[in-house]
């Protein structure tokens, strides 16, 4: 069933369509958004099944044999990526009933939000360099059309700043290939794991390789060159915000991982203590970056930059635990970013505002209280939640490396964000209303709004309350990527 | 105004455009050629159509939105891939008929409707940016 593999990609992309032949009909868009995120989801999970038993799966577009057509390829790792992404579009879906506005829905909310989808869900099924790079374009386009759906000032400044410094990381990315195809006249990449060890000289292949870092680096919001994300992230309505701080940045960790496992493994050149020390800062500056904040969203999206840290501080370690951390790390963080943006609206929703010092008095809902401490604590690494055990992995997989010092940084990172957490919750929750302020309060908030967040909070609960599967999937993801050789052999198979 | 000249020279030369585009898109498979080339030379006769005698007419002579042409681009290029999924090769696999031709004799395959696909999509998705360009 390695037909199978297109689905992720084909129906949004086919529900754009459709959403497109029906865009005067808003009830349509919507049912059929429902409908399809339900295919992708269940796509998702049936690719995980078929990867888990039966090995990794590969499908060559076209009848074109491998290194010559585009082969699209699921192991673990993929079909996990393509499983959550079906998760939070799922989630997103929902939300977007009660959140998008009738004028951003007019303008084509639904059929972007499908190919950004389709975009992300390729990016993570293919086994091929180039067909990559013309993911990361589709969701560069779709993504900053959403970003500036709406025209306010605030939205096309942001927009501007994402699509130069995005568009300037594809270029880095575009560079990069055609090296690499010049080096080794191949882009295929279990192929290219191959011929890179033939090329002659490794200065070449490690210039090559800082400009893959650079180009994903900039995409995953690794230090220095994060700043485009917060500038941006908190512009575009919730449900856009959500799945962009769910799923964009972490397609920039997805490539990294895939790169510097599969095509370029760390080896002998220096470039791993590179990744080693801009995880470390990543980590350092994105928490404190958040602590100088006072909206909820700019919070919120500076954790995003300090997560990512963690993330490739698991790559960077190299060690099969550490590896099996990141991707552990990838599952609970999309699930709990995404929704902590979705709450973000809920806040909005009932205090009229992100701005931290306009609200108040939420401490009174006590569901939306609930709501925000399960993530925002499991997100600060408490335990039992799903943060704690991707942290603990993390940290313990640093101090068998002998690297202390990072082991201390992700703990003090880690405390870090609990103290940002805890304004939130300070602000928006304990502190008493402003009575200055006559914010337009919404007593109702939609049940298609509630109803995702609870199903995330409940998935966290999940994760924290019952890692084993999660960590035993993550461990084998980890060790599919530490040894690539089942995955270049499935793809280019007898061919040497 | 635009000049007389140029709204003259329009009759004829969108005309020809188009002509061309179309024999781009059918000679596409085995030569130079293709969807997305085809579109973007159709798209050049269009925005001369609008830059002649502005966008209304345009829109009056293509009768359909062009955000309809991308819906139905679309469903047509995954579509056809998905033939060779019924038939149980992998999607995108060129099915042609007859089925032995080969490069020299006329055959009609799946490739040309992905083709014709490719080009309705990029084609609406250029004239829905000329036509809100000139509008505004």
């Given at each position: ?103 951003d ?28 790079y ?37 270029l ?9 195809y010049g ?50 992230y ?20 997805y ?12 080896g ?26 006072s ?8 954790h995003?930059?300090s ?44 205090g ?12 009174a ?21 799903s ?5 603990m ?11 202390f ?38 007593n ?5 709004m ?47 | ?11 004829i ?50 009768r ?17 891939g ?20 080969t ?18 999509a ?15």
């Amino acid at each position: 069933m390695n037909g199978l593999l297109v689905a992720p990609i084909i129906v949004p992309f086919a529900a754009a369509a459709l959403a497109l032949l029906g865009r005067r009909r808003p009830l349509f868009q919507h049912v059929s958004a429902l409908t399809v995120a339900a295919i992708h989801l269940v796509a998702g999970g049936w690719l995980l099944y078929q990867v888990h038993h039966q090995g990794i799966a590969v499908l060559h577009v076209g009848g074109w044999p491998a290194p010559f057509g585009i082969a699209l390829v699921a192991d673990h790792l993929s079909a996990l990526m393509v499983l959550i992404t079906g998760v939070v579009y799922g989630a997103v879906v929902v939300y977007s009933r009660a959140e998008i506005s009738a004028d951003d829905i007019r303008r084509g909310y639904y059929p972007l939000l499908h190919i950004l989808v389709g975009g992300i869900s390729g990016a993570f099924l293919t086994g091929d360099l180039f067909n990559l790079y013309v993911w990361f374009e589709v969701m560069l386009m779709a993504s900053f059309a959403l970003l500036v759906l709406g025209r306010t000032r605030a939205q096309i400044k942001g927009g501007v700043t994402y699509v130069v410094i995005n568009l300037f990381a594809t270029l880095l990315f575009l560079t990069g290939l055609g090296m690499v195809y010049g080096m080794t006249g191949t882009l295929n990449m279990a192929h290219l794991h191959l011929k890179l060890r033939a090329v002659a000289d490794p200065g070449q292949v490690a210039a090559v390789s800082v400009l893959f870092l650079t180009a994903f680096g900039i995409k995953s919001g690794l230090f220095p060159l994060f700043f485009w994300l917060p500038a941006s992230y908190h512009t575009p309505p919730v449900a856009v915000s959500a799945i962009f701080s769910g799923l964009l940045t972490k397609v920039g960790v997805y490539a990294l991982i895939r790169t510097f496992t599969l095509i370029f493994p760390f080896g002998s050149s220096g470039l791993q203590e590179l990744v080693l020390a801009a995880a470390a800062l990543t980590m350092i500056t994105g928490v404190l970056g958040a602590a100088a904040q006072s909206d909820i969203r700019r919070i919120l999206s500076f954790h995003i930059i300090s997560q990512v840290g963690y993330m490739v501080l698991g790559l960077g370690l190299f060690t099969p635990l550490a590896l099996a951390g990141a991707v552990f790390y990838l599952l609970h963080h999309i699930v709990v970013k995404a929704n902590l943006f979705l709450i973000s609206g809920l806040i909005r929703q009932r205090g009229g505002s992100f701005a931290l010092k306009r609200i108040g008095g939420m401490y009174a809902r006590g569901l939306l209280a609930l709501l925000f401490f399960i993530p925002a604590f499991s997100l600060a690494g408490f335990p039992p939640l799903s943060g704690f055990w991707a942290k603990m992995i993390l940290i313990r997989s640093s101090l068998d490396s002998g690297q202390f010092v990072l082991a201390g940084v992700a703990a003090a990172v880690g405390l870090l964000t609990v103290y940002s957490m805890t304004k939130i919750w300070n602000e928006a929750f304990w502190k008493p209303m402003p009575t200055t302020e006559t914010a337009i309060v919404q007593n109702r908030v939609s049940v298609w709004m509630t109803a995702p967040v609870v199903a995330l909070v409940l998935l966290t609960v999940c994760i924290g309350f019952w890692p084993e599967p999660f960590v035993q999937l993550a461990r084998t993801a980890a060790e599919e990527l530490l040894d690539p050789m089942a995955y270049v052999y499935t793809v280019v198979g007898e061919m040497r | 105004m635009p000049s007389f000249i140029l709204r003259a020279a329009n009759r004829i030369l969108v005309g020809l455009i188009l002509v061309f585009s179309v024999y781009l898109l059918l000679r596409g498979h085995n030569a130079p050629g293709g969807g997305f080339s085809a579109a973007l030379v159709a798209a050049t006769g269009f925005a001369l159509f609008a830059i002649a005698e502005g966008p209304q007419p345009v829109r009056q002579a293509l009768r359909i939105d062009p955000l309809v042409l991308v819906a139905w681009g679309l469903l047509l290029a995954i579509g056809s891939g998905l033939m060779a999924v019924v038939t149980g090769q992998p999607y995108l696999t060129g099915l042609w008929w007859p089925a032995d031709a080969t490069v020299d004799t006329p055959a009609v395959g799946t490739p040309l409707l992905f083709d014709v696909g490719v080009f309705l999509a990029v084609l609406g998705t250029i004239l829905t940016l000329i036509l809100h360009l000139e509008e505004s």
